[in-house]
């Protein structure tokens, strides 16, 4: 199983109180960044809202760094974390912008780029953008497909449902062969989408008991990533008996990488947590 970090700062987590990270910016994050990729942390994450109403603030949040901006940076700052959009909302985008974007982030960071994507939820924000929500699903499936044909090619063609394109340069697009394509969400739709148009399954606020129900029920692809958090933040500083045995219950259920969400007071803290797990998953 490989440890990969649920970024702090960027945002606040099911709208958690921010407490050090209130104040802090892109120097911490940079800090963060340096110290997990030292370690040999698999990824770390940013993720995308537009504007939320004032309503779901308590439940989702209300700060969301961009991910393009925020891992441009980092990119300079690191050598071989990977840079996990976690997620990018596919109805807020043309296919081809998320080529060119995130395809120009991949060469900026050589090829370190995971596209985490989702369909999204929240009907305001579609409203706000002018982006269709009814048939978001489909459209989803449709941008999937539009993202595996153009990502690779700087010359791309596709004919789909929601989606058609040919005859045009989209240069740069990945540097990346084949970018990896994670699928997030929060429902049994949201793997099975992964399963069947992706490379691997990041849900969010989905437990690990669920999560590997819901994985027995399917033939996974070979190098399927099954990307998940702890049910709680892990504290292997001071708890490193229940840290280890989190990682334990999430390798049981079929987790092969960790996003991890820690217990952290201070910059410090966090990095001190970052230096315990790592030692805590060499022993398992």
């Known amino acids: 199983m490989k440890l990969g970090i649920a970024t702090p700062v960027v945002t606040n987590i099911g709208g958690a109180p921010l407490e050090w990270e209130k104040d802090a910016g892109i120097e911490e994050i940079g800090r963060v960044a340096e110290v997990a990729d030292r370690l040999g942390y698999h990824h770390m994450t940013c993720s995308e809202h537009i504007g939320l109403p004032s309503a779901e603030i308590g439940r989702r949040g209300a700060r969301y760094w ?41 060469h900026v960071s050589a090829g370190r780029v995971i596209l985490g994507v989702g369909v999204g939820s929240l009907k305001e924000e579609f409203d706000l953008l002018g982006a269709p929500f009814e ?26 449902e929601f989606f058609s394109f040919g005859g045009l340069t989209v240069d740069p697009c990945a540097l990346q062969p084949h970018m990896p394509i994670w699928v997030g969400g929060r429902t049994r739709r949201s793997l099975r989408r992964a399963v069947t148009l992706a490379d691997g399954w990041c849900p969010f606020a989905v437990s690990i008991d669920t999560a590997a129900k819901w994985l027995q029920s399917f033939e996974l692809p070979p190098d399927f990533e099954v990307v998940l958090p702890a ?5 292997p500083v001071g708890n490193p008996a229940a ?5 334990r219950v999430l390798e049981a259920g079929g987790t092969t990488t960790l996003s991890a969400r820690f217990v952290h007071h201070s910059l410090q803290h966090y990095l001190e947590q970052l230096h315990a797990l790592t030692e805590l998953h060499r022993e398992l």
């Not at 990119?75 to 959009?85: L, M, N, V, W, Y």
């Not at 840290?243 to 990682?247: Q, S």
């Open 231 to 235: 049910d709680q933040p892990l504290d």
């Open 135 to 160: 048939d978001r699903g489909a459209r989803g499936d449709d941008a999937l497909r539009a993202l595996r044909a153009a990502l690779p090619s700087s010359e791309p063609a596709y004919e789909g």
């Open 66 to 106: 961009d991910p393009l901006a925020t891992f441009g940076y980092v990119s300079a700052r690191t050598k071989q974390i990977r840079f996990a959009t976690m997620t990018l909302v596919l109805g807020y985008h043309h296919p081809l912008a998320i080529v060119k974007r995130y395809g120009t982030l991949d």
């Open 243 to 247: 840290t280890t045995e989190a990682l």
